[in-house]
């Protein structure tokens, strides 16, 4: 048994959301390496027992943003839209998966910070401005009581 009551060797399923605060990003993506470090350092678990899953939601949405792309209007961002790509990509070479939303998706369309499909073309589209590996699940509320019913635990940054 490790030092915080888990039984070590335990595959760990989590289950985490990020949603509408801006400020609680930054907050949310080090709670997930504070998550990691803890896992392994104090329970023994191995990366490959850890099984970590982020619905990106709403106005959390920006977190999966490539820092570089193109709007709404098919005008091209240089850098600026998204401060913690480094931090997602990061995460994400450690084995945590992330999925974006499709709501927030067609509302990021309606809005203006994404490309819609009439500029997939110029721009890629919508799906073309996400971090590369970023998966998608339809509605990011279900989602994450979908994943609870398979068995994991849901951890709010």
Do not use: W
Request: with cysteine.
């Amino acid at each position: 048994v490790g030092t915080n009551g888990k039984p070590t060797g335990e595959v760990s399923k989590v289950i985490n959301d990020i949603a509408n605060c801006a400020d609680n990003r930054a907050y949310a993506l080090g709670n997930l390496r504070n998550m990691l470090k803890d896992l392994e350092i104090t329970n023994g678990v191995t990366p490959e027992d850890i099984d970590i899953r982020v619905v990106v939601h709403s106005g959390g949405g920006y977190v999966l943003l490539n820092d570089a792309g193109f709007d709404g209007a098919g005008n091209y961002i240089a850098s600026g839209r998204n401060k913690f790509q480094s931090q997602v990509e990061d995460l994400m070479a450690e084995g945590v998966r992330f999925f974006f939303c499709q709501n927030t998706t067609r509302g990021f369309i309606r809005n203006g910070t994404l490309p819609g499909p009439d500029l997939i073309d110029s721009t890629g589209g919508a799906t073309a401005q996400l971090i590369p590996g970023v998966e998608y699940v339809t509605a990011g509320v279900t989602a994450i009581s979908d994943l609870q019913e398979q068995g994991y635990r849901y951890v709010q940054p």
